[in-house]
C-alpha cells in the first residue's frame, strides 16, 4: 500500500521562504512522477510543480522563477523549495506521485499560510 508523508508546511511572512518534502513507500517500483498541487480556500486545486523520473520539471506559472523542485530518487522524496513567497501562495499544499503500474496517490495536504 503506498503511504506519502508530507513535511514543512507552516506559517511565514511575505518574502520568506518554506521547503515542502513528500517521502513515498510502500510500492517495489519508482514514482514516475512527484509533485505538488495547492488548493487555496474556494479555488479548485491546481498544480504547482512536477517532476518526473528522467528529470523534467513542470512548473505553474505563478510560481516559476520562485518554486524549484527536486528529487532523490534513491529516497523516493521529492522537496519544493518555495522562495519569496506571496500572500497568493497560501493554500494547501497536496503531494501528488504517479506509478506507471498502479496509477497516482494524493498526500494528506500541508497548509502553507503567507502572512504578515
Known amino acids: 500500500q503506498v503511504q506519502l508523508v508530507e513535511s514543512g508546511g507552516g506559517l511565514v511572512q511575505p518574502g520568506g521562504s518554506l521547503r515542502l518534502s513528500c517521502a513515498a513507500s510502500g510500492s517495489i517500483f519508482r514514482p514516475y512522477a512527484m509533485g505538488w498541487y495547492r488548493q487555496a480556500a474556494g479555488k479548485q486545486r491546481e498544480l504547482v510543480a512536477l517532476t518526473t523520473t528522467g528529470g523534467s520539471t513542470n512548473y505553474a506559472n505563478s510560481v516559476k522563477g520562485r518554486f524549484a523542485i527536486s528529487r532523490d530518487n534513491a529516497k523516493n522524496t521529492a522537496y519544493l523549495q518555495m522562495n519569496s513567497l506571496k500572500p497568493e501562495d497560501t493554500a494547501v499544499y497536496y503531494c501528488?506521485?504517479?506509478?506507471?503500474?498502479?496509477?497516482?496517490?494524493w498526500g494528506q495536504g500541508t497548509q502553507v499560510t503567507v502572512s504578515s
Open positions: 501528488y506521485v504517479d506509478y506507471s503500474q498502479s496509477g497516482g496517490y
